[in-house]
């Protein structure tokens, strides 16, 4: 294994403070690109991506988190100026299987391109309601679409959180 991978492995942390500025186009393309060589089931690619990125946008995923959290004055996404979005599409032959591996691609290549993310979950139930349905209809998705999770992305307005220690028995040779 290259030296370089297994440290991003190691170093990559949640982060849960943004800095406001939003990342360049380069820094997201590279991210998302990550994110379209995860494995998938039967190599369907049976995942969809959506950067949210316009403030208007962010706010409007945000308040449907929030919702979910039945606590309209959270701030599920610690203030990140980029929501990812991961959906299931009918083409998903093993659905959240998939999903997450995608989002681990994307939160370690935010890590590998200097950016800030953390795996926020309940977007299942945000675009099962109405709301969310209607988002992915203005945004000219299907309203088939199955949420998996999002991802936070952005600058950290924060210090790297400190691994916890890898507990004993976490591995098992037989």
Same mark, same amino acid.
């Given at each position: 294994?290259?030296?370089?991978?297994?440290?991003?492995?190691?170093?990559?942390?949640?982060?849960?403070?943004?800095?406001?500025?939003?990342?360049?186009?380069?820094?997201?393309?590279?991210?998302?690109?990550?994110?379209?060589?995860?494995?998938?089931?039967?190599?369907?690619?049976?995942?969809? @991506?959506?950067? %949210?990125?316009?403030? #208007?946008?962010?706010?409007?995923? /945000?308040?449907?988190? &929030?919702? *979910?959290?039945? !606590?309209?004055?959270?701030?599920?996404?610690?203030?990140?100026?980029? @929501?990812?979005? %991961?959906?299931?599409? #009918?083409?998903?032959?093993?659905? /959240?299987?998939?999903? &997450?591996? *995608?989002?681990? !691609?994307?939160?370690?290549?935010?890590?590998?391109?200097?950016?800030?993310?953390?795996?926020?979950?309940?977007?299942?139930?945000?675009?099962?309601?109405?709301?969310?349905? &209607?988002?992915?209809?203005?945004?000219?998705?299907?309203?088939?679409?199955?949420?998996?999770?999002?991802?936070?992305?952005?600058?950290?307005?924060?210090?790297?959180?400190?691994?916890?220690?890898?507990? &004993?028995?976490?591995?098992?040779?037989?």
């Amino acid at each position: 294994m290259k030296l370089e991978a297994l440290e991003v492995l190691k170093k990559r942390r949640a982060i849960r403070a943004y800095k406001p500025e939003q990342i360049t186009d380069k820094e997201l393309d590279a991210v998302l690109e990550a994110g379209t060589f995860a494995p998938t089931g039967a190599g369907t690619q049976g995942v969809q @991506i959506v950067a %949210v990125q316009s403030p #208007e946008n962010v706010a409007a995923v /945000e308040a449907l988190n &929030a919702k *979910v959290l039945n !606590n309209p004055a959270a701030h599920p996404y610690y203030g990140a100026p980029t @929501i990812l979005l %991961v959906f299931e599409t #009918e083409a998903c032959v093993t659905h /959240e299987l998939d999903g &997450a591996a *995608v989002c681990t !691609n994307l939160l370690n290549a935010a890590y590998a391109a200097g950016l800030g993310s953390c795996w926020i979950h309940r977007c299942k139930q945000m675009f099962e309601l109405p709301e969310g349905k &209607a988002l992915l209809k203005k945004w000219g998705l299907s309203d088939k679409l199955v949420g998996v999770a999002s991802i936070a992305l952005g600058y950290a307005a924060c210090d790297l959180p400190q691994p916890k220690p890898r507990k &004993a028995d976490y591995i098992v040779k037989v």
